[in-house]
């Protein structure tokens, strides 16, 4: 009772996060937000003060969380708060949210609901669907111009400039139910493609992954994207690098054949020889200290 009555408070005291209404915003349970402010208490009692070891310990927190794709979907766009199912993208962004709100001395959902909101929307404010960064590139280019990331890709050894054209979501509208039927909303995001024509984007190629340079850059809790060959796409799956006891780096993400977020057995480099054939390398972005 004591949890339902703190639960009812929280939601009637504070109808304002950032740009998004509460009327704007799709929950996953009635427990979301306490689960929230359990997590931030977590974080705060671990005493882990830096931006690396608060995602490695989020990430922990979460390991075992269902992989469910397409949450953020639905007949309108809301800001939706789902710490109960994730997919690889959500995952990274409830992983920044966290993090954020605990550097930010915050531990209130509230607050790790405008991290989300200015993670994952143009400007950090959500509007429509095409509000929405569904590239990561832009969204890696949008979060950087507000401090809220930074990509160190180009200061890894060995990484290459490679230049793409990103506009798979225009080229495949039937793909998207938000865009199949709404010739407007697929204008919209055509104007967003438009800015990533000819992209130029540092790539470490997944061969030199067991390079001993490039093992001493990457860091636990490091973001990173797998780039894609397919066609008008950049990145087709998002996690976080772990070290093993060797120092060779993993990937603990929401897998989707592994139906939960788990840190893969292999080493990155072995498991990108695998199964992601389509995988050319990776691209590695950190959360801001300050």
Request: net charge neutral; with cysteine; proline share 2%.
């Amino acid at each position: 009772m004591k949890r339902i009555v703190l639960y009812i408070a929280v939601m009637c005291c504070f109808a304002v996060v950032n740009g998004a209404t509460m009327e704007q915003m799709r929950f996953h349970c009635t427990n979301d937000t306490l689960r929230i402010n359990e997590l931030l208490q977590k974080g705060y009692q671990s005493n882990c003060t830096s931006a690396s070891e608060l995602v490695v310990f989020y990430a922990k927190q979460l390991l075992g969380t269902p992989y469910v794709g397409h949450t953020l979907e639905g007949d309108k766009e809301m800001l939706t708060i789902n710490i109960d199912e994730l997919d690889c993208t959500t995952f990274v962004e409830t992983l920044y949210a966290l993090t954020r709100t605990t550097l930010d001395k915050r531990y209130s959902w509230r607050d790790y609901a405008a991290n989300l909101e200015s993670i994952r929307y143009r400007g950090g404010i959500m509007g429509d669907y095409a509000s929405r960064l569904h590239y990561i590139s832009e969204w890696i280019i949008d979060n950087n111009s507000r401090g809220n990331l930074t990509e160190i890709t180009s200061d890894i050894p060995h990484s290459q400039p490679q230049i793409k054209t990103i506009n798979f979501m225009s080229q495949h509208v039937q793909s998207y139910s938000s865009l199949k039927n709404d010739p407007e909303m697929v204008e919209k995001i055509i104007k967003a493609e438009n800015k990533l024509r000819n992209h130029r984007m540092n790539v470490l190629r997944k061969s030199w992954l067991g390079d001993k340079q490039v093992k001493a850059v990457l860091h636990d809790g490091d973001f990173i994207g797998l780039v894609t060959k397919i066609e008008g796409l950049d990145i087709s799956h998002l996690g976080i690098i772990i070290k093993d006891e060797n120092g060779y780096p993993h990937l603990l993400d929401a897998s989707m054949s592994g139906g939960k977020v788990m840190l893969e057995d292999k080493p990155l480099k072995q498991y990108l020889s695998g199964s992601r054939s389509t995988v050319t390398g990776i691209r590695v972005f950190r959360i801001k200290n300050d």
